[in-house]
């Protein structure tokens, strides 16, 4: 009598929860609006499949998150997603796209040195200092996502790359392909570091240091938020005689040409739910990369480097991030100067150190946020064309406050340089305007450890 008692409260039990939770099976995915990107790519970056099952309750949730999935992709000006119920437990879900430019020829003058500040204020905004870029990309080139880049700049650095980047080429959608070709020279370069300082000399006579990366890769895809990539480069990096002396380290043994092959594997997993500015989830990296295989004997080194971030909504306007990351060297022996970098370099900076560097074998960063959403809107703008197809410009506006901690071991080239080796810290507050999905100004200002305070502004997320 007792078992047959407690089976029916069970039962009961059951029943209840189960009424509790109505769920539904997707019948259909309907897409639209679409022209030239294809079908399957759209529903490649979806987080759900037809015949899946889904709770009524985290519906609103995941049509949410799936919308800002496709936004990301920057494919798409706005996106819009329903679910419509059919008969019993069935439901359509119609995704409607509007598609962005795909084509963008570019020009822009940027500045030559390692960030806007350092040309602003230790440069005293030289003109001749200007790079002048001409580009031409287009992102979605045969509807499939794929990048193609040609960039061409010059000015202070003269650079060639083209880039192309296929997300998936077999039928599963798996796997894809990236290769690119760089060459660089420059009249002026940092050959030293000297007070935590960039040592930039020139020599206007002839160039300083040439550059020149030949790159393929394969990635797998493991669904829609993980990745393995393998990539092999080969580097041809030659200076001048005159840099050779300055600095005999640059290379090693006073040598003025370094060739090696790198090897490199990166697994990601990435969860943030609008990665131009994410304001929820995480996003993990760890990078191997072997440098030097005995073929040129110009360099020799092993090392790991991982990125861990966070991001968690406090409230609805308010939110916080976090992000450590850093590098570990598995191989000991001395570098060549040229590949010592630690902290100082896109994307490894601190804020409040933007006027420094600091070169070590391993280094590790924590960096925190907390930001609060004053608006974020989409103006809708006409066009005058045949169709009188809507124009969405996004703008969202954010003020933060963070704080950032580092320390970079440099057992090599720690001569004169007091921020190696040691506790480094800032904190500080900003405006941050992220305009049209993808593009970011940063007005920020930072204390660091030194005491010293200013104001930097930035055209990019800090982690």
Known sequence: MKKILLFSILLLLFQTAFAQSEYVVISSIQVTGQKKTRTKNILRELDFRVGDTLEVGNLA???????????????????????????ANQTVIDVKVEESWYLYPFFNVEVGDRNFNVWWVQQNRALNRLNYVFQVSHRNLTGRRDLLKIYSQLGYERKFQITYDLPYFNENQTLGFRGDIFYAQAKEWGLDT????????????????????????????????????????FHRNQISDFAAAYNPDFFLDGNTLQRYFALTYTFTTDYRDFKPYPLKGYFFSATLTKEGFGVFGDINTL?????FAYYQPISKRFSAAINVRGKVSLLRNQLPYFNN?????????????????VDGLDYVMARASVRFQWLDKSFIMKRKNKDKKRNYFPLKIYSTV?????????????????FVNRHLWSFGTGLNLVIYNDFLLRIEYTVNHKGEASPYLHFDLPF
């Open 402 to 418: 963070f704080h950032d901690e580092a320390f970079a071991n440099n057992p090599f080239y720690s001569d004169g340089n007091e």
């Open 341 to 357: 970098r630690s902290i100082g370099y896109l994307p490894d900076y601190m804020r409040g150190y933007e006027y420094y560097v």
């Open 303 to 307: 090392y790991i480097a991982p990125n």
């Open 61 to 87: 949730e995941l049509v949410e998150q799936n919308r800002l999935l496709l936004m990301s992709t920057g494919l798409f000006g706005n996106v819009e997603i329903s679910t419509k119920k059919m008969v």
């Open 194 to 233: 000297k007070s935590d300082t960039l040592s930039l000399i020139s020599n206007q006579d002839s160039v300083m240091i040439r550059r020149f990366r030949l790159t393929a890769g394969l990635r797998y895809q493991q669904g829609v938020f993980s990745k393995h990539e393998a990539e092999i480069r």
